[in-house]
């Protein structure tokens, strides 16, 4: 079972909740925007800019045509519906863990850059864990860890 998989809070309320949740907790700048299967949430605070990629479904998988158990075809209108339905549901979700992490960080138990480490846009354009995650699977298939400074090798 799906986080709010029945929510009937639209996507453009979730970003708005979103937004506010944001600047309550401090951030001065906020933008999102999406493009076919991606959406995207950006904000800045404490000096860090933070930016959260939101996969959405795919418009044209089989659980949006056709019904569950029975598998019968639905109307364009039907599976449109059960498609929305699965971006509100993803929407609620990102709304919950940004608002879990900054309900964390003003109660003291962790800080910006630890709730949102993986999050952080780098100079670049890419996110700490983008820039990372390749880096750790080396380690990992190596056994070994990368060299601190690799121009001095």
């Avoid at 009937?8 to 999406?34: C, L, M, N, P």
């Avoid at 993986?118 to 699977?137: K, N, S």
């Amino acid at each position: 079972m799906a986080y709010a998989e029945k929510t009937s809070v639209s996507v453009a309320r979730t970003k708005a909740d979103i937004e506010e949740i944001v600047q309550k907790y401090g951030a001065d700048q906020f933008v999102s925007g999406y493009k076919a299967d991606t959406a995207v949430i950006g904000f800045s605070m404490a000096g860090r800019q933070i930016k959260f990629i939101l996969p959405l479904p795919d418009k044209q998988d089989r659980e949006y045509w056709y019904t569950p158990g029975r598998g019968q075809k639905r109307t364009e209108a039907a599976a449109f519906s059960a498609w929305e339905q699965a971006c509100r549901s993803r929407w609620r979700a990102l709304y919950l863990i940004v608002k879990a992490k900054l309900e964390a960080v003003a109660a003291g138990i962790s800080t910006v850059e630890r709730e949102f480490f993986y999050d952080i846009v780098l100079p670049d354009g890419r996110t700490a864990g983008e820039w990372m995650a390749p880096q750790i699977e080396i380690a990992y298939e190596t056994g070994q860890m990368p060299p601190m400074l690799p121009m001095l090798n």
